[in-house]
């Protein structure tokens, strides 16, 4: 089974902090996602990245950057956390075929006081 | 350009009874669609997919979906609900003409719930 998980199931930083949210997959997967959920707007995309040392940016991706040094693992940075970057942070992977599905870690909830 | 649109925020149905999620897509070419259900603090688990042939698509937990390109639908059914199906459930679209990165686009999410 394909698996990916993240650091943290919950975390609660304060304004203005560096935080970085870690995610790792087994199954060699060269894409890698990062999502944030909020209620009402579904999964929406702020990076991503096909290969190592690639990235590209998504729908939202102002006050976020990412790493990808190693292809198990992607990171996403928030350079100086604010409240309104308070959600739930979802990772996820997938072999290249564009018709192959993504598989998801548990999540992130992030809370910026 | 690609988008998904699920026009339902809640479907509520009675255990036993069939349940339909909606869900309208569109592309420029031809779609790849996945239905993923959450449930509470969860990531989001896989249900089924289509890309292409046969428009009924069977997938995990006895759900089901119809793709159907003249109306651009891909709604997700069940024959008999459960109460354990009560869930947030996201249809995702790809435009199968698109680039690299296999990117996705989700709907915003339809809460499922089932009561007996």
């Known amino acids: 089974d394909v698996k990916v998980t993240q650091s943290s199931r919950y975390l609660v930083k304060r304004t203005g902090e560096k935080v970085f949210l870690e995610c790792v997959q087994d199954m060699d997967h060269e894409n890698m996602f990062w999502y944030r959920q909020d209620p009402g707007l579904g999964l929406r995309l702020i990076y991503f990245s096909y290969d190592v040392k690639m990235k590209e940016k998504g729908d939202i991706p102002e006050g976020y950057s990412v790493s990808r040094e190693k292809k198990e693992r992607f990171s996403l940075i928030l350079e100086s956390a604010s409240t309104n970057q308070t959600s739930m942070y979802l990772c996820a992977s997938s072999s290249l075929a564009g018709y192959n599905e993504q598989f998801f870690g548990p999540g992130t909830r992030l809370t910026v006081l | 350009a690609q988008s998904v649109a699920q026009p339902e925020d809640q479907v509520n149905v009675a255990e036993g009874n069939p349940l339909t999620v909606k869900c309208t897509y569109s592309?420029?070419?031809?779609?790849?669609l996945f239905w993923y259900v959450q449930y509470p603090n969860r990531g989001l688990q896989f249900l089924l997919k289509y890309i292409t042939g046969d428009n009924l698509v069977k997938g995990s937990y006895g759900f089901e979906a119809e793709f159907n390109k003249s109306q651009t639908s891909f709604h997700l059914k069940k024959p008999s609900a459960l109460v354990s199906d009560s869930a947030l459930y996201f249809c995702a679209v790809r435009d199968a003409l698109t680039g690299g990165g296999n990117k996705l686009t989700f709907g915003t999410g339809t809460q499922l719930k089932v009561e007996l």
């Open positions: 592309v420029s070419g031809n779609p790849y």
